[in-house]
């Protein structure tokens, strides 16, 4: 409705210097100039394997950026996303290694990835603790529950055979794996395996942000997350039922999590307590913010957030690409993105420039 | 005649296709009180800008006791002796009073660390705020201050730099009338210590009172000039909108369809965590326009909020239409057919950086979805109606809110509410910010309200609204309703003796 309606009548100006579309276009323009330079200067970039291995990533970072970016558009943040990331994956591993069905073991990862989310919403609204500071508490604890679980001893704990035989404690946390179980394929097929050439967890993003998309953008609940992101009084006088939604909206970060921790385990078939999930609460956001949703709240797109997802593990692969070393990855990644934030933000002001000399 | 201590000659701005002053002129001189009105839009606020150094013009000259100066920063401005209020304070509430005072300046003792100097602060403080009459203890944290004390401090602070020319951007739109007495007062004295008060007021009973020289803006131009003998309302009125509007005429037949018919809303006793006594009663019939009246911390912001599920209520019961209602949040309450204008628009009544359409659709949105998924086309209809019949003036719906003059803002509200169809309507200040024009479509607009049946149940600190428009009033003082009084009875007197605290 802007372009019919905007008052200089120049549709192709009043277009491109709306700030969405602004964002998206930078991002995009980062995402083309990533990749070109990727297969520019590797041969071994150019492979499909290559191509599937950064999907995957995509696809598995991805669906913790949806989460995080539906806290953001919320004014909020969720640092607990690695964590809830670590916790699940090590709870899937312990279901599987005991033997349960992987269909069940998720459904209950997923569930108790939803109640932390809900868990957070509460401390949130009802008792009206800073979501930085809640999900920062969340950080720690979660991820010194998955190392508390991977002590415990299941198989003594649970079997009536094998109960007083030994100490329930191991000494020390472990690796949680499949415990060497064969009857998983079909199962852990939706991470390692594809479909037309795109690995799984592309097209389970895929779906997800589709799904995302059309609730975020076409539904009276994309609604009522924008404006309480915007105004939360705004929102609540005009009748949002402010609390509600910002508690669906760390529902729905945990629960992405929760998926995302599933999926980090069936890709090696074994995740570790101490590094399952590190940074991924990072990733996360700085995808969302990439692509344009702003840390203001409020804001955000789902096309902007699938391209901002793109940014890092283009970014990741180029640097090995680069032949930079791995010590050094963290520093040229942090580097890079300063690097097109400083771009993004002269074009800015340059193009604000040009409008208000128009 | 003497030099004019300030002097602006055909200033010009543009602002992309906007031209925003075409050749201004304005003329201060020491120990007078200029008033610059105009309706929103006209020019006062750029030019206002102009003279703070915050918008170098385009075209056109200032000077400063004869001599052109540049102003290309507010910091340049303030070394000149110009000093600027802004209708939102520039205070931080978490600072003491005298900290904001010396915000950015602070006296020091001197040494290579440059420690603040409370003492020597807290006595030029107190010297400061004796000036504007002010007796407070400058250690008080600034937020225990009510808007009128905060109002002084600014000034007072601004006096701290030496401003010779002091410009107040609405300056009274959230004091309550005694403050607003009080204010008057202090900007007399300042007169009289030779400083020039350049006053901007949609309030031009206050201009009346305290204006020695009126300047008008129209369309980005000068619109004219009186002298303090010319000084009245109507003449303001006619050279702010270049016509004659007669802004408080009731409609011929007595408004309302429904005056003898049982009430919209009855409210008994209700009360709310800070409620004392006996807590707010009243009743709004159909087609009647109920005015609620008092000092500002009154608590009628707080009751139109209790009433409406924003705040917890504690006791009280409520009845629409004959009818006991539980209202727990603010949907209860759209059920019920009740729809509530807040007072801070900017805050609580818009989401500035959404559009006109966004912004209306928002507590319409359960009759715009099919299974919950948005009815695009059938918001963008409701949008273009609500621009069409309030006549909000934009380029089109997809305008930021934030964009539009106070009273064009104030319409998107209104009819964001008014397409729910309320029975019952709480205005909370409804004009405040918004110029002559848009005022008299306000009213305009609740008197079509009241015929057509919808009951109004209006919050006003404007004793002339209040007094014009209402059929009755209510008066309420620290938290619980005082009196009521009806058309025969009403008066200025009579609502100010309830409203602190005299019993009917």
């Known amino acids: 409705m802007s372009k019919s309606e905007s008052s200089d009548g120049n549709l192709f100006r009043s277009f491109f210097s709306n700030p969405t579309v602004g964002r998206i276009l930078g991002v995009s323009l980062l995402v083309l100039i990533l990749y070109g330079l990727m297969v520019g200067i590797e041969a071994n970039a150019r492979t499909l394997e290559n191509h599937q291995n950064i999907a995957r990533r995509i696809g598995e970072w991805g669906i913790l950026t949806l989460g995080a970016a539906f806290v953001i558009i919320t004014g909020g943040i969720d640092l607990s996303i690695g964590s809830v990331v670590c916790l699940s994956a090590v709870s899937f591993g312990i279901l599987l290694e005991n033997g349960a069905n992987p269909l069940v073991a998720s459904l209950i990862v997923l569930t108790v990835a939803g109640m932390i989310g809900l868990f957070h919403g ?33 198989k003594r704990l649970l079997d009536p055979a094998l109960r007083g035989t030994g100490r329930i404690l191991r000494d020390s946390s472990r690796d949680v794996g499949v415990g060497g179980r064969t009857d998983l394929g079909w199962f852990f097929w939706l991470q390692k395996g ?45 009748g949002v ?49 990439l692509g344009g949703t702003s840390l203001r709240g409020g804001e955000g797109t789902i096309i902007g957030i699938i391209l901002g997802t793109a940014v890092l593990p283009l970014l990741k692969t180029l640097v090995i690409f680069a032949g930079i070393p791995s010590d050094m990855e963290f520093s040229a990644i942090g580097l890079a993105l300063l690097l097109g934030t400083l771009a993004d933000e002269l074009l800015r002001r340059h193009s604000e420039k040009a409008r208000k000399g128009a | 005649m003497q030099t004019p201590l300030l002097e602006v000659e055909r200033i010009s701005k543009r602002y992309g296709g906007a031209q925003a002053l075409s050749s201004v002129g304005l003329r201060l001189y020491p120990s007078e009180v200029v008033a610059l009105i105009g309706e929103n839009g ?9 003279l703070g150094g915050i918008v170098t013009p385009d075209e056109g000259e200032i000077r400063i006791d004869g ?50 100097s409370g003492r020597a602060m807290e006595a030029k403080s107190r010297e400061l705020l004796a000036r504007v009459g002010l007796d407070v203890d400058p250690r008080d944290r600034l937020s225990n201050l009510t808007p009128g004390h905060k109002q002084l401090v600014e000034i007072a602070r601004s006096l701290s730099m030496h401003a010779r020319v002091l410009i107040m951007d ?36 206050e201009v009346e009172a305290v204006a020695d020289r009126v300047v008008g803006l129209r369309d980005g131009k000068n619109a004219g000039e009186l002298s303090k003998a010319e000084i009245n309302y109507q003449a303001m009125v006619q050279m702010m909108v270049g016509r004659d509007v007669q802004l408080h005429q009731r409609p011929s037949q007595a408004a309302g369809t429904g005056r003898d018919q049982p009430p919209v809303l009855r409210v008994e006793k209700l009360k709310h965590a800070q409620s004392k006594g006996e807590g707010v009663s009243l009743e709004v019939r159909p087609g009647e326009i109920v005015g609620m009246a008092g000092l500002v911390g009154a608590g009628r912001s707080e009751f139109a909020e209790t009433l409406f599920g924003i705040r917890p209520r504690v006791s009280g019961q409520v009845y629409i239409q004959g009818q006991p209602k539980l209202i727990r949040k603010p949907t209860d309450a759209m059920a019920l057919g009740l729809a509530l204008v807040p007072e801070d628009r900017r805050h609580h009544g818009l989401i500035l950086a959404d559009s006109i359409g966004g912004n209306i659709a928002l507590p319409n949105l359960d009759t715009h979805h099919i299974a919950k998924l948005l009815q695009f086309g059938k918001i963008r209809h409701t949008a273009q109606n609500g621009v069409k019949s309030l006549r909000i003036r934009t380029t089109g719906i997809a305008k930021p809110v934030g964009l539009l003059s106070g009273g064009n803002q104030q319409k998107v509200v209104l009819y964001k509410w008014l397409h729910r169809q309320p029975k019952l309507l709480i205005l909370d200040e409804p004009t405040r910010g918004v110029d002559v024009g848009a005022k008299k479509e306000i009213y305009d607009l609740m008197h079509d309200l009241t015929a057509r049946g919808v009951g109004i149940l209006m919050i006003s600190s404007d004793l002339e609204e209040v007094l014009h428009l209402s059929d009755r009033v209510v008066v309420m003082h620290e938290n619980q309703t005082t009196g009521e009084l009806t058309r025969e009875q009403l008066s200025e007197e009579a609502i100010m003796r309830l409203a602190t605290g005299a019993q009917s």
Request: glycine share 8%; aromatic share 10%; charged share 15%.
């Open chain 2, 67 to 116: 001599t052109p100066v540049r102003l290309n920063s507010p910091a340049q401005a303030m070394e000149r002796g110009i000093s600027l209020i802004h209708q939102e304070l520039n205070l931080a509430d978490n600072l003491s009073i005298e900290a904001n005072l010396f915000l950015g300046r602070e006296l020091r003792w001197g040494g290579p660390l440059g420690l603040a």
């Open chain 2, 42 to 50: 006209a020019g006062k606020s750029t030019l206002m800008k102009v």
């Open chain 1, 194 to 238: 594809d479909f037309l050439g795109i690995p799984m967890p592309m097209w389970i993003f895929a779906i997800l942000a589709l799904i995302a998309a059309i609730f975020l953008h076409a539904s009276i609940y994309g609604r009522y997350l924008f404006a309480l992101g915007h105004n939360e009084q705004a929102a609540r006088y005009a």
């Open chain 1, 122 to 154: 509460f401390l949130i609204t009802r008792l009206n603790l800073q979501p930085f500071v809640v999900t920062l508490c969340g950080l720690f604890i979660y991820r010194g529950l998955a190392q508390f679980l991977s002590l415990v001893d299941f």
């Open chain 1, 241 to 289: 039922n402010t609390n509600r939604y910002k508690v669906l909206a760390y529902f729905l970060c945990s629960l992405m999590a929760g998926l995302g921790g599933i999926l980090f385990l069936m890709k090696i078939n074994s995740a570790s307590p101490s590094n399952a999930g590190n940074w991924f609460e990072l990733y996360a956001i700085t995808g969302a913010v």
């Open chain 2, 170 to 205: 609405e300056p009274t739109s959230s004091l309550a009338q005694k403050e607003t007495d009080r204010l008057l007062e202090v900007i007399r004295e300042l007169r009289q210590q030779g400083v020039c008060v350049v006053y901007i007021s949609h309030r031009l009973r």
